[in-house]
């Protein structure tokens, strides 16, 4: 047998039309060519071999602290049909799997208790975030974070993400604290605080001024000289509760915020049951609510109106708002005087928005490497995965709540590069 050389072909030049900073140093290091025409990695001998690596000791850490059994099934029917299999004599030991496939790590497990559940979870997630910490997966010190993210389904769903260059195969717009460091998805929990403290202020009387074509907040601020902050915006949309029948939804927000739709989707399917949320169409305005678009304020809103207001709102006085008549706005709105709606955290988090630790966010890049999410059965995937359940001889045992997850092992080589 002759003397073999592995292939690590260094190289000092870039590769062409490609911006992703993790493409090029993985593929100056001699671990990948980039194939421009299909836009593909190719992973040569030593990148291979780091991406074989990574997936072994993330599949040893998944499954020595979770217990999540090493799998090569090929499916995720398949992976159920193990787990109908062997649960009834092995219990939890037997309802939790991972495999990989091509150049993602797929994680299924399967629980009755969503407590449990999300225990279970949030150790795989800690256990995945210790191994990418290490300095041989990890030697340039990039930061993972498992980011919390609402979807509209409702279920719980987390994204593994590090901050990356806008140029980064598959990154998404967020944000990242400029004091804590820690990053933000539009859709992810935002723990607000105001500007400054409502209970400085006296509260005033109502009192409703003529604001002819002031249907925009720029607008309405330009004709009042007032600030943004100082305003409280309505959005409506209209939804399909269990009988089909279409409902009206006003959701209200701080002037300087945008409504997440991914947030108020999953708050008005668990609080309401309702389903299809979308922004209201003025022929559905006009029938739900009647001709009052650009001019909607929480006081006084029709009684069939389902309404919410994001945190934002909460506790702020002298606001202008809508005044439920068109070319009217109202002076002097203070909650919970004024108004008293359910309160929820439903705005987007945009740059500038405080982080819980005083920083401030800043617009970011972020590289996505994973994603989890965890809830029901017709919560995940559409339904596709399927509760697992088997008959025995006392009855019907369910394991309805199913945690999924795909990591993406060449997302991480490229955030690591």
């Not at 090493?70 to 219990?91: K, M, N, Q, T």
């Not at 997630?125 to 409702?154: C, K, W, Y």
């Not at 609080?271 to 739900?288: I, K, P, R, W, Y």
């Amino acid at each position: 047998m002759g003397n073999h050389i592995l292939l690590v072909p260094k190289t000092e030049n870039s590769p062409a039309k490609i911006k992703d900073p993790g493409v090029i140093n993985m593929v100056k290091a001699g671990s990948a060519v980039y194939n421009a025409k299909s836009g593909e990695v190719l992973l040569l001998p030593d990148g291979e071999t780091k991406m074989r690596t990574l997936a072994s000791e993330l599949k040893s850490a998944l499954f020595e602290t979770c217990g999540i059994q090493p799998v090569d099934c090929g499916s995720d029917s398949a992976i159920l049909s193990v787990a109908e299999r062997f649960a009834r004599d092995y219990g939890d030991d037997a309802t939790a799997f991972c495999e990989e496939r091509g150049r993602t790590l797929r994680i299924l497990s399967w629980n009755k208790d969503v407590d449990v559940a999300r225990s279970r979870a949030l150790l795989m997630m800690d256990a995945a975030i210790n191994i990418l910490r290490s300095h041989d997966v990890n030697p340039r010190g990039v930061t993972f974070s498992f980011v919390q993210e609402a979807v509209a389904s409702g279920a719980l769903s987390f994204s593994l993400a590090s901050c990356s260059d806008a140029g980064a195969i598959g990154a998404r717009q967020g944000v990242f604290c400029n004091a804590c460091g820690a990053i933000s998805l539009p859709d992810s929990p935002n723990d607000f605080k105001p500007i400054s403290d409502p209970s400085d202020e006296v509260e005033e009387a109502l009192e409703d001024v003529e604001t002819p074509g002031a249907n925009t907040i720029a607008e309405l601020c330009d004709q009042l000289g007032i600030d943004e902050l100082h305003t409280i915006k309505a959005m409506l949309y209209a939804a399909s509760d269990s009988s089909g029948e279409l409902r009206a939804v006003a959701a209200f927000v701080r002037g300087d915020r945008n409504i997440s739709m991914n947030k108020l989707s999953s708050w008005v399917k668990t609080n309401l049951e309702f389903d299809g949320l979308h922004t209201a169409m003025a022929n559905e305005v006009q029938s739900l609510i009647g001709e009052v678009a650009g001019y909607c304020g929480p006081i006084g809103m029709p009684q069939s109106v389902h309404i919410v207001a994001d945190v934002s709102v909460k506790d702020s006085k002298n606001m202008v708002v809508g005044a439920n008549r068109p070319g009217y706005h109202r002076k002097g709105c203070c909650h919970p005087r004024d108004f008293n709606p359910a309160i929820a955290d439903i705005a987007c988090v945009t740059p500038g928005a405080p982080c819980s630790c005083g920083g401030t966010f800043e617009s970011s890049h972020l590289r996505e490497s994973g994603v989890l999410q965890l809830g029901l059965s017709d919560e995940i995937g559409g339904g596709g995965i399927g509760a697992l359940s088997w008959r025995d001889r006392v009855g019907t045992h369910d394991y309805p709540i199913i945690c999924s997850c795909n990591i993406s092992l060449e997302s991480i080589l490229l955030a690591t590069g």
